[in-house]
C-alpha cells in the first residue's frame, strides 16, 4: 500500500478544512500517480473534491462513522474492518491513501511506499501528520531537485518501508 502527500515544514497539511498551497505540478503529481488506482480517503477530505464526489478514473473508498453517508463515485466503508476487506478486493492493485491527516496518521505504518510532497516553507497550517523522518522503519529513497512555482518551492521525496 501506498500514501501521497503534501507537506510544509513543520509536517502541516491542511488549513481552514482545504489545502495549504496552490502548487499545479503537485497537483499533476498526484492525478499522473493515483489514475487508474485505488484511492482511500477520510469523509473531510471527501468532502473538500470538486463536487464532493470522488475522484475520476479512480476507485474511490471513503472511511466515515455515519452509517447515513452516501457520496457519488465512491464506496463508503465505516470501519478499519471493513475498509480492510474492500481492500482485499484489491490485492493485485495499488492502493494510495490520500488523506487526511486522521487517514494518514492511522495507516502510514502499513504502507510500504510514501510519496511526501515537501514544501519549503511555514505555510500556517492548523492540521498535521507524523514527522516520518522520525520514523525509524522508513528510509528516503528518492529526493527531486527543487521546483519553484507561485514562489513556493518544494521538492519530491520517496520513502520506503525497511526490510
Ligand atoms: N496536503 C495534502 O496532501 C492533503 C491531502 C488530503 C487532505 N488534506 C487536508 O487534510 C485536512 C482534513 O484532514 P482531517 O484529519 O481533518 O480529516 P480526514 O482524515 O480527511 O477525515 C476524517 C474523518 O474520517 C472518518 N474516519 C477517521 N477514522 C475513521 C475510522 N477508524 N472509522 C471510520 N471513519 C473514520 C471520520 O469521518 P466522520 O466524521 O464522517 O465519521 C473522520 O471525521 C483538510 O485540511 C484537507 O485539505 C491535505
Redesign the pocket.
Known sequence: MNL????DNKWG????????ADLPGDMKFFRETTSGKVVV??????E?LPGAKGLPNRINYV????PK?KAKNCSV????DELWEALSMHLDEDIFI???????N?FYKSCDRLYV?KIDADLGAD?FITNFDEDEDFDIVFESDPITENDITYRFTTYEKKK
Open positions: 501521497i502527500v503534501a507537506v497539511i491542511g488549513r481552514d478544512g482545504g489545502l495549504l480517503m477520510g469523509r473531510k477530505t471527501l473538500t472511511v466515515t462513522r455515519n453517508f466503508v465505516h470501519s478499519e490520500i488523506g487526511g491527516a486522521e487517514i494518514y492511522r510532497t492540521t
